[in-house]
């Protein structure tokens, strides 16, 4: 069973940093690239990041490029996200998912996704 | 950056009923469009990817055509677990992915 479990959220300052985490199990991790989407209270999901199988392409959405960072750790099946410089408008609950095809095939459908973990940036 | 617009905003529907969903591209986006579901508090769900197909799991009274810049999600007969908010995606030109507004189905 595909599961995959975000953790790290919560409440933090403007300014602040955070740093969340995404513990993937039931697939090859390192198979699969993986992606950021977050949900702010009242809007649709925005994507934020998406990081290839092997780590080496990264994309980030306009909103968070040179704040956030994504990152992953295939010996670990763990995706992690950095976010420095945070604003009130990344409040958000922030969702980890996993591309719908493998490393043969497109990246930017996401068949599973986790839970979410709750990020509050307020003073 | 490729917009998707969403309609309704809302349907409200009662059980039994067929919902028709909406999500139209700002420039051509081939069938590279996907759909999901969003309950609070769960993960959301893909239920059709590449304009049409059924995500594994997905029941067969939903069912998604379209290509190019309309695009319809239709669920047959809905079902009490159904009532959700739906929202299209894009994977056609990234990034950024982009997301639509989102069309609430809700209890009449």
């Known amino acids: 069973e595909v599961k995959l479990v975000e953790s790290g959220g919560g409440f933090v300052q403007p300014g602040g940093s955070l740093r969340l985490s995404c513990a993937a199990s039931?697939?090859?991790?390192?198979?699969?690239?993986m992606t950021w989407v977050r949900r702010a209270p009242g809007t649709g999901p925005e994507w934020l990041s998406t990081l290839s199988d092997a780590a080496t392409s990264t994309y980030y959405a306009d909103s968070v490029r040179g704040r956030f960072t994504i990152s992953r750790d295939n010996s670990k099946n763990t995706l992690y996200l950095q976010m420095n410089s945070l604003r009130a408008e990344d409040t958000a609950v922030y969702y980890c998912?996993?591309?719908?095809?493998?490393?043969?095939?497109?990246?930017?459908?996401?068949?599973?996704w986790g839970q979410g973990t709750l990020v509050t940036v307020s003073s | 950056e490729i917009v998707l617009t969403q309609s309704p905003a809302t349907l409200s529907l009662s059980p039994g009923e067929r919902a028709t969903l909406s999500c139209r591209a700002s420039q051509s986006i081939s069938n590279y469009l996907a759909w999901y579901q969003l309950k609070p508090g769960q993960a959301p769900r893909l239920l059709i990817y590449d304009a049409s197909i059924r995500a594994t799991g997905i029941p067969a009274r939903f069912s998604g055509r379209g290509s190019g810049t309309d695009f319809t999600l239709t669920i047959s007969s809905l079902e009490p677990e159904d009532f959700a908010v739906y929202y299209c995606q894009q994977r056609a030109r990234w990034p950024p992915l982009t997301f639509g507004g989102g069309t609430k189905v809700e209890i009449k």
């Open positions: 039931g697939f090859t991790f390192s198979s699969y690239a």
């Open positions: 998912a996993k591309n719908l095809y493998d490393t043969s095939g497109p990246v930017g459908s996401f068949d599973y």
